[in-house]
């Protein structure tokens, strides 16, 4: 005899049949999703968005690789980057750091955050820009000019150095030299002058009334609508100015015969230390250093100098062999970074 519950029982069987075969199938299901999930990499970029991204997005078609930038601010540009990845150092979340500078990318060498490794890209690549140890190479460089506007000045300034002659009071401006490039610069400078020397240069522009502004790009901006005369920025901010057709020329400083020359600063690539992702990092660093993102970034409003000799130069375009570069030791640079940061933020922070 049954007993009067048995249809309840037969439900309930049922439901449990039902809810363990939907478990099953969920499972492997995720599971069959968890094994073709897209593999990806997670870049912290110091280069300006409108011209990174492109080349990011374009990594990412031929490769099958999901590129997740991370993009840094212009009023805080490398700075905040380096700085979380030292803050993140027991649990890297980047794989990769795209730096726009090379200082900064040393100094995180120094420091133990980086792992060292030797793309075939990098084989091309000059010495002088490219590390030793492969913990990081150069590509893509930019140089220090000096920005004018042929509008209020037809002798601007040919050295760095001019910024400190009388004529040049309250007619120029250079960026707060803490963050990007101009903090670079600033290290570079203690480096090759020595400390006391590069210390009375900055506070030189200073007493001359140098106008110390936010960011490159104000730099050029304010030349260009005639704020002021002159100023010292990149290339690529300089080149924008006369794409647009604005009152602006720029030139490259102290290139006279014996002179001290340009400060020619490369865009970087370096491997993470303990990276989630180390084998997608390594094919996009393959990428980054491959000629097609230097002609790439060559042909752009960015005007980045290729490094590899091999790379098919635009006309317009600056090359290497153009330049009277400066001379760098760019680990010594390194060294002194933060001797000269704090010196400066005591300056120009007042």
Not at 2 to 10: C, G, T, V
Not at 64 to 88: H, M, N, Q
Not at 108 to 125: C, M, R
Not at 226 to 236: F, I, L, R
Request: some cysteine; charged content about 20%.
């Amino acid at each position: 005899m049954r007993s009067s519950n048995w249809p309840s029982q037969r439900a309930l069987l049922f439901w449990c049949v039902t809810l363990f075969t939907a478990v099953v199938v969920s499972t492997a299901i995720a599971s069959g999703c968890s094994s073709r999930t897209q593999p990806e990499v997670v870049v912290y970029t110091a280069l300006d968005e409108m011209f990174s991204k492109p080349i990011l997005d374009a990594f990412e078609k031929k490769t099958g690789i999901k590129a997740l930038p991370v993009f840094d601010t212009e009023a805080s540009k490398t700075t905040g980057l380096v700085s979380r990845i030292i803050a993140e150092k027991d649990r890297p979340r980047a794989d990769v750091f795209w730096n726009n500078e090379i200082v900064q990318t040393i100094m995180l060498k120094q420091k133990g955050l980086l792992a060292p490794y030797h793309s075939p890209s990098s084989d091309a690549i000059p010495s002088g820009f490219k590390d030793p140890e492969f913990f990081w190479t150069g590509f893509a460089a930019r140089g220090r000019v000096i920005i004018f506007n042929p509008e209020t000045t037809t002798t601007p300034p040919t050295s760095i150095r001019d910024l400190l002659k009388p004529e040049w009071s309250g007619r120029a401006a250079i960026a707060k030299p803490i963050f990007g490039t101009t903090a670079a610069h600033a290290a570079v400078l203690f480096a090759a002058w020595g400390e006391e020397e590069a210390k009375t240069y900055f506070r030189g522009l200073l007493q001359n009334n140098v106008a110390v502004l936010a960011g490159n790009a104000t730099v050029r901006d304010m030349v260009a609508n005639g704020e002021y005369a002159a100023g010292m920025t990149d290339t690529d901010d300089a080149n924008g100015a006369v794409l647009d057709g604005r009152p602006a020329k720029w030139l490259f400083p102290d290139q006279e015969e014996g002179g001290m020359g340009a400060l020619i600063i490369p865009n970087t690539v370096a491997l993470v230390k303990d990276a989630p992702h180390p084998d997608a990092a390594q094919k996009l660093i393959d990428y980054l250093l491959s000629p097609d993102v230097e002609e790439a970034l060559a042909k752009s409003r960015s005007l980045q100098i290729p490094l590899n000799p091999a790379v098919r130069v635009p006309d317009g375009v600056p090359t290497l062999s153009s330049i009277r570069a400066m001379a760098v030791d760019f680990e010594k640079a390194a060294s002194l970074f933060e001797k000269a940061a704090d010196f400066i933020r005591s300056e120009f922070l007042k």
